[in-house]
């Protein structure tokens, strides 16, 4: 499983900024020793022409500090049919259209968890419900309530040029359209996965944190 680090910038809060930071994969654990270490030594924080101080680093609780393993990800749930993702930073998705059809930029089943399963590929972690993602095309899987923003991100692309995408905050709801166990178990192991690398494109610069709401 490969390293994987995400940095978000939270809402401020009195007139102090939170940061947070989630690692997952080999070598995690040092690496957010190596954080810790480097943030006790020197606690100002420069960019441009703004400085932070550190006052204090902590680690989130239960269930996200449990989760060590695949195993974790994957680990029966006992809630409903039902998942709901608050998305903390925007969530934006930048593919482009195939076809005729303009690229779908909403939040849908299959934009969110075809690319969250691709990166759970990605991580190498083990074989998920092998009609997933054929069941997502489907629509087996749609959206059943939510409570969502959009405002315009402007994102430099490989050229040079800036596009602008709506970013996506709030929280959505998944619903099956059936009963089909295996695959919602899939996708909870995928929406549990999202709370460390987030959804969507451009999460290394801080889009797209995620939690799920209600039970792990």
């Not at 969530?91 to 934009?111: D, I, K, R, S, Y």
């Not at 402007?154 to 619903?175: D, N």
């Not at 695959?183 to 999202?194: D, P, W, Y």
Request: hydrophobic residues 45%.
């Amino acid at each position: 499983m490969g390293l994987h680090v995400t940095v978000a910038r939270l809402e401020s809060d009195g007139g102090q900024h939170g940061v947070r930071v989630t690692a997952n994969g080999r070598g995690a654990f040092t690496t957010v020793q190596v954080l810790l270490s480097a943030l006790a030594e020197q606690p100002l924080l420069r960019s441009g022409r703004q400085s932070y101080r550190v006052l204090s680093a902590d680690f989130a609780g239960t269930p996200l500090a449990s989760v060590c393993t695949w195993a974790d990800l994957l680990a029966p749930s006992s809630c409903g049919p039902d998942l709901r993702l608050h998305f903390i930073t925007p969530v934006v998705f930048t593919a482009a259209a195939e076809g005729p059809m303009p690229a779908e930029v909403f939040p849908q089943p299959l934009q969110v968890f075809s690319s969250l399963l691709e990166r759970w590929s990605q991580l190498g972690g083990p074989a998920l419900e092998g009609e997933l993602l054929a069941w997502l095309q489907r629509y087996e899987c749609v959206v059943s309530d939510y409570w969502l923003k959009a405002r315009p991100i402007g994102l430099s692309t490989g050229a040079g040029a800036v596009s602008v995408y709506p970013g996506w905050t709030g929280w959505i709801t998944y619903a099956c359209r059936g009963p089909q166990a295996a695959c919602m178990s899939a996708l909870r192991a995928l929406a549990r996965l999202a709370c460390f690398t987030g959804v969507g494109n451009y999460t290394e610069v801080g889009l797209g944190v995620t939690e799920i709401v209600g039970n792990w």
